[in-house]
C-alpha cells in the first residue's frame, strides 16, 4: 500500500509518498498548485500504482481541500480527511513544535499508517 499525505493550502499543496510496508519515502514532499494543472501533477505521482493500493490522507481545512477531494474521489482513490488537531498532536508527540508545510505531509503519511 502506497500512503499519499497532502498538506492542504489556499493556493498550492504540499504531496508525499511512503511505502506502508518498507516505510520508504516514495516522494520527497513535493508542491504542488491548488488548480487542475497541479491536481494532473499529482496523479502523474499516484498513476504508477493501482488505485485501490493507494490511500490518500489530507487535513480536513475549511474549502481549501474541497476541490482536490472532488478531483481525487471522481478518479475513484481512497481518501481519508483528518483533523488538523490530529496531525498537530502527532507531531507533538514526534517532538516537532513547528509546523511545517512539507514535513506534515510525512505526519500525514504516519497518520495513515
Known amino acids: 500500500m502506497k500512503l499519499v499525505g497532502i498538506d492542504i493550502g489556499k493556493h498550492k499543496h504540499f504531496v508525499s509518498i511512503v511505502d506502508k510496508l518498507t516505510g520508504e519515502i516514495i516522494l520527497q514532499p513535493v508542491a504542488f498548485s491548488n488548480n ?39 478518479k475513484n482513490y481512497n481518501v481519508a480527511l483528518i483533523n488538523p488537531k490530529t496531525t498537530d498532536l502527532n507531531r507533538r508527540m514526534d517532538g516537532g513544535i513547528t509546523k511545517n508545510d512539507k514535513l506534515d505531509t510525512l505526519n500525514i503519511c504516519d497518520i495513515l499508517s
Open 36 to 74: 487542475a494543472q497541479g491536481f494532473e501533477f499529482l496523479i502523474s505521482q499516484i498513476a504508477l500504482y493501482p488505485v485501490d493500493s493507494v490511500l490518500i490522507g489530507m487535513e480536513d481545512t475549511g474549502h481549501y481541500h474541497f476541490a482536490l477531494l472532488r478531483f481525487l474521489l471522481q
